[in-house]
Nanobody
Framework: QVQLVESGGGLVQIGGSRRLSCAAS????????MAWYRQAPGKQREVVAI????????YIHAAVKGRFTISRDNAKNTLYLQMNNLKPEDTAVYYC???????WGQGTQVTVSS
């Protein structure tokens, strides 16, 4: 049974940093393309970043380029999203996903406020 569990969300000040984690189990993590998505209130879910099995970044949303970094540790079956210089518009529920699959985590809330 595949499980994806996000953690690391919370309340962050404008300009602050946060690292999200997504722990995977029951999957072939080291061979999976992984992705982070986010959904802000009243908006559609959007892809934030995608990473290949070997750690190559395939995609970064233009709105977060230069501020967010996606990475992974295949030995720990864990996906990360390092978020720096956070802005109020980054407020959203962040989800990890096995790219192209129906497997999603439950989401973790990130709120950026002064």
């Amino acid at each position: 049974q595949v499980q994806l569990v996000e953690s690391g969300g919370g309340l962050v000040q404008i300009g602050g940093s946060r690292r999200l984690s997504c722990a995977a189990s029951g999957s072939t993590f080291s061979r999976d393309v992984m992705a982070w998505y986010r959904q802000a209130p009243g908006k559609q879910r959007e892809v934030v970043a995608i990473i290949g099995p070997g750690g190559t970044t395939h995609y970064i949303h233009a709105a977060v380029k230069g501020r967010f970094t996606i990475s992974r540790d295949n030995a720990k079956n864990t996906l990360y999203l390092q978020m720096n210089n956070l802005k109020p518009e980054d407020t959203a529920v962040y989800y990890c996903r096995i790219s192209g699959s129906s497997y999603w985590g439950q989401g973790t809330q990130v709120t950026v406020s002064s």
